[in-house]
């Protein structure tokens, strides 16, 4: 557990601002809207990190927090946060029409203008970027004003309550990843049951959901156990979506994987690092553990084996 702010070590007209600051390093850009004088501003944050995901609990006074379309410009990489209020009462225009009691389940899209409005208490917050769920905005948006109405609402809630808990002892022991994979999961499965509705089209967002997914590769082509199933955990979505999304490419996830890598040990071959190295060690630096079957792909892929490439295309010192 990290506190990250404890007001009363702060002078009074530093309180407001220190609140501020917090949200956005949370993802909310807001300003405080409040009606008391500024030493009446109080709160509380503890954060937590789990796996890829985050937990932010707070204890704030009443006030009042305003996200507008200028305070989003330039903002980080978009953001859906389930929370449960703890204690008190509040109102937020990503739940309309409710009044927030306690054990209350809502979801906050810190990519929208939103107010909130606390009147003193409480709040627990799971934070994840809406990438590693596979939605598109619009659906996300939609799901998550009726989270609360989901038939998998009260598995959440539960989920939620020992996981603000424990939140301390679970980020640091040997299965946060696997939490925040669970977590994400229930979530998704959670939103798509509100609506009732299949999640993914045929359009921009999915071309989006699939760079995300080549960006990744690219990133971690030198992991030998890289594949669909790591590639779909660090999206938070599972083995069968991935394969969804990636059904308007050419060819197969496993062979577009295989090719990056060639590619990337080919150029490495002639590199001023790579070509005075073994091709064993350029094969391992890119994911190949056996070298034998990183000749043959090699080969395959460019009708000559490493060595006789690296002889061809390596220029003089």
Request: proline share 5%.
């Amino acid at each position: 557990m990290a506190l990250i702010l404890d007001t009363s070590d702060l002078p009074p007209g530093r309180r407001a601002a220190a609140v501020a600051e917090v949200l956005q390093f949370s993802g909310a850009r807001t300003r405080i809207v409040r009606n008391s004088a500024d030493d009446e501003v109080s709160a509380r944050f503890e954060h937590f990190t789990v796996g890829e995901a985050q937990v932010l609990k707070s204890r704030k006074s009443s006030l009042g927090l305003v996200t507008t379309p200028a305070l989003l410009n330039g903002a980080q990489p978009d953001q859906l946060v389930v929370s449960l209020r703890v204690a008190g009462t509040a109102t937020h225009s990503h739940a309309p029409g409710r009044l927030l009691h306690p054990g209350d389940l809502f979801a906050m899209n810190l990519w929208r203008p939103y107010a909130y409005f606390d009147g003193g208490g409480e709040n627990a917050g799971f934070h994840l970027p809406l990438d590693r769920l596979g939605l598109e905005h619009d659906y996300a948006a939609r799901a998550s004003e009726v989270i609360h109405a989901s038939p998998l609402a009260g598995q959440l809630q539960r989920h939620l309550q020992i996981l603000f808990r424990d939140a301390d002892a679970i980020s640091h022991g040997p299965a946060a990843a696997a939490v925040a994979q669970a977590t994400a999961d229930l979530v998704r499965a959670a939103l798509i049951a509100a609506v009732d509705e299949e999640p993914f089209r045929r359009d921009g967002s999915d071309r989006n959901q699939v760079a995300v997914v080549k960006s990744y590769v690219t990133q971690h082509l030198a992991d030998p156990d890289l594949g669909a199933e790591q590639i779909a955990r660090a999206m938070f979505i599972s083995v069968r979506q991935l394969y969804k999304l990636w059904e308007t490419e050419p060819g197969p996830l496993g062979q577009w994987i295989i090719e990056c890598r060639l590619d990337a040990a080919r150029q490495d071959l002639t590199s001023r690092r790579g070509r005075n190295q073994t091709i064993a060690a350029v094969a391992r630096r890119w994911g190949f553990a056996d070298s034998t079957h990183f000749s043959r792909r090699f080969r395959q892929a460019y009708g000559m084996s490493p060595r006789e490439w690296r002889h061809v295309h390596t220029e003089g010192p």
